[in-house]
């Protein structure tokens, strides 16, 4: 139980990323398959997608990022928008995440009387493979950071993968060797768990 914890206490948003990893991609997919397979969903809809990056296509996907920032943000502040970009190029590979919503849309209409429900737990066992990821890649000793430039960069990644339009575009996680350890950040546990006994 103590190793469990210590991994939940590990995981940590890490942004100086390196690719000086010892895990090989054929590890670090094979977890990725397994917590996307076993992960639970409503209805065993299993609508949460992922593509996983390495080498040029990783590469060309933040370049690919920072393209289109550089379509609407301000030029003069461009430049530390573009460093932060080069910074998640940096690292070894990247998870895009993405939800089908022809899957859910099928779902509202079969089942009506939990039409509203079912994009919220579409989100939920999203957010699921993500954290599962994420804790898991730090059982390999790698980091890695959520990112959300999912609006920005939507249409340009349907084309970029040929992907059909009902795969949201829904986080961007860059993972690699942790090369600094990020600043400690205040947490509590206080007025946030109640025990009843």
């Known amino acids: 139980m103590s190793e469990y914890l210590h991994l939940i206490e590990k995981r940590r948003s890490n942004y100086d990323l390196g690719r000086n990893v010892t895990a090989t991609k054929e590890e670090i997919n094979e977890l990725i398959a397994t917590v996307v397979h076993h992960n639970p969903s409503s209805y065993n809809s299993q609508s949460t997608k992922v593509i996983v990056l390495y080498d040029l ?101 349907w084309q970029a993968y040929d992907l059909d339009r009902s795969w949201r575009l829904i986080a961007q996680m860059p993972f690699g060797s942790i090369e600094s350890a990020p600043n400690e950040k205040a947490k509590k546990i206080e007025g946030r768990m109640i025990i009843k006994e």
Do not use: C
């Open 57 to 157: 296509e990783h590469d060309d996907f933040w370049d690919l990022v920072s393209n289109q920032l550089e379509k609407i943000v301000a030029p003069e502040r461009f430049p530390a928008t573009k460093k932060k970009i080069e910074g998640f190029k940096k690292a070894f590979g990247t998870v895009l995440f993405f939800e089908d919503e022809s899957i859910t849309g099928d779902l509202v209409k079969k089942y009506p009387s939990y039409a509203q429900n079912f994009r919220i737990w579409a989100q939920q066992a999203n957010a699921m493979v993500q954290y599962g990821i994420w804790v898991g890649l730090g059982v390999m000793s790698l980091g890695g950071s959520l990112q959300h430039y999912n609006e920005v960069i939507e249409t340009a990644v």
